[in-house]
């Protein structure tokens, strides 16, 4: 059974205990962490990285809706949120943020098994994206190899040659596009991405967004963002997320069946 690692955060503490306590009876929950603000949350996630986190809306200083701000600020990975009021009116900011629910306090057993519900079901469909994608490179992998081609980054003032396969991502900033690789970061003379992606094999290297290109055999996991959309987590050594355009975000979908 896959455990569905959970963060509680309550500026109380007798609350934060008795949803832990109920969490408990959940078998397929595991309660890896508490935080008592919203500052706290923030460090927490990144540090945890939670599937699943249980968050009080109102907090002093920075409350429940500045939490999700602020992830996305530092691009840290969104977890599933629920959300945990004594007021059912933060209803509608809960499902603007996008949080998967919102229970009542006091919370009854009976809802929060609903919520967990969600979130199983959530967490299920997600390990289903990631076979999919699996399947996805496997295909691209199965096809007959095109020839290699060589590419001239230009990094610390050497000029390297790239072989094609080894390109993980391409993206273009102030004119200027650079390439990585497992060991490079370097500046390429193609003075746009057209240019560049018009010399790659189009079977294997997608234009996800205007400022990106990917090579698929290179995405390591599609990641649900913010109000609908995905990013792709690369295999770079920063493990890059690269955020997948509206219109391309339909032709995932279609490739995944999400």
Do not use: C
């Amino acid at each position: 059974m896959q455990k569905i690692t959970t963060l509680v955060v309550d500026d109380e503490q007798p609350a934060r205990d008795e949803l832990a306590f109920l969490l408990k009876g959940f078998p397929d929950v595991e309660v890896v962490g508490q935080g008592r603000n919203g500052p706290e949350a923030v460090n927490l996630i990144r540090e945890l990285t939670p599937r699943l986190v249980f968050l009080d809306v109102q907090m002093p200083g920075l409350d429940g809706i500045g939490v999700i701000k602020k992830l996305l600020e530092k691009k840290i990975r969104l977890p599933l949120f629920v959300f945990a009021t004594a007021y059912d009116h933060y209803a509608v900011q809960a499902f603007e943020v996008n949080a998967l629910d919102y229970v009542l306090k006091p919370i009854a057993r009976s809802r929060l098994e609903k919520a967990i519900v969600k979130a199983r079901r959530m967490v299920e469909n997600s390990a289903s994206t990631q076979e999919k994608l699996d399947r996805l490179v496997r295909m691209v992998e199965d096809r007959p190899i095109a020839q290699k081609s060589k590419l001239v980054a230009k990094s610390g003032g050497r000029l390297i040659l790239i072989d094609s396969d080894d390109i993980i991502y391409a993206s273009i900033q102030d004119g200027v596009i650079s390439i990585v690789t497992k060991d490079i970061e370097g500046q390429s003379n193609f003075r746009t991405v057209e240019e560049l992606q018009g010399n790659l094999d189009p079977r294997t290297f997608w234009r996800v967004h205007r400022s990106y290109l990917v090579n698929v055999n290179r995405i390591k996991e599609v990641v649900p963002w913010f109000k609908s959309s995905y990013q792709l987590r690369m295999t770079d050594r920063r493990q890059t997320e690269i955020p997948v355009s509206r219109a391309q975000t339909r032709k995932l979908r279609e490739l995944l069946n999400l």
